[in-house]
C-alpha cells in the first residue's frame, strides 16, 4: 500500500512539473517632449514612492516661477537624491508643449502564445499634477537641500 501510494505521489508531480511555464515580461518606454520652453531652474531633487524624480524647492530668474516639477528622465538620478541640483531642460506646462509616452510590453511564453500590448499617453503634467521637466543636463550644486 506505501508503494502504490509513492508511485502515485511521483506521477502527481511529474504531471505538475510537465504543467510549468515560463514566462519572460520586457518593456520597453520612450518619452519624447514636444515643444515646451528651455529654462534653467535650481532645486532639490527627491523621488516619490513610485520611483518618479521630482524637483521641489525651484528657484529660477523667470516670471512664471514654478516650485515644483516632475522630472522626465531615462536616466537614473537615485545617487543624487536629497541634493541641490541645477537642471537645464524643457519645461512643459499646461499652454506650453506636451510629453508623449509609447509603451510597449511583452511576455513570451514558453511554449505557449506571446502577448504583446501598445500604449501611449500624451500630457502636460506629471506626478501630484505637476509641469514636466525634461532632464538634459544636471549639476549638483550641493550635497544637501538645507
Do not use: W
Amino acid at each position: 500500500m506505501k508503494r502504490l501510494l509513492l508511485v502515485i505521489c511521483i506521477l502527481s508531480m511529474g504531471s505538475l512539473a510537465a504543467q510549468t511555464q515560463e514566462t519572460q515580461t520586457t518593456t520597453k518606454t520612450k518619452v519624447e517632449i514636444k515643444g515646451g520652453k528651455n529654462v534653467t531652474v535650481i532645486g532639490c531633487l527627491e523621488q516619490g514612492l513610485n520611483g518618479d524624480y521630482l524637483l521641489t524647492q525651484v528657484r529660477n530668474n523667470s516670471r512664471d516661477e514654478r516650485s515644483r516639477y516632475a522630472l522626465v528622465t531615462s536616466q537614473d538620478l537615485s545617487k543624487h537624491v536629497g541634493e541641490r541640483v541645477e537642471i537645464k531642460g524643457k519645461a512643459v506646462t499646461d499652454r506650453d508643449g506636451k510629453v508623449s509616452i509609447e509603451s510597449k510590453t511583452k511576455t513570451e511564453v514558453d511554449k505557449g502564445k506571446d502577448q504583446e500590448v501598445k500604449t501611449k499617453t500624451e500630457g502636460t503634467s506629471g506626478a501630484f499634477d505637476l509641469p514636466f521637466l525634461g532632464v538634459r543636463s544636471m549639476k549638483t550644486l550641493s550635497s544637501s537641500c538645507r
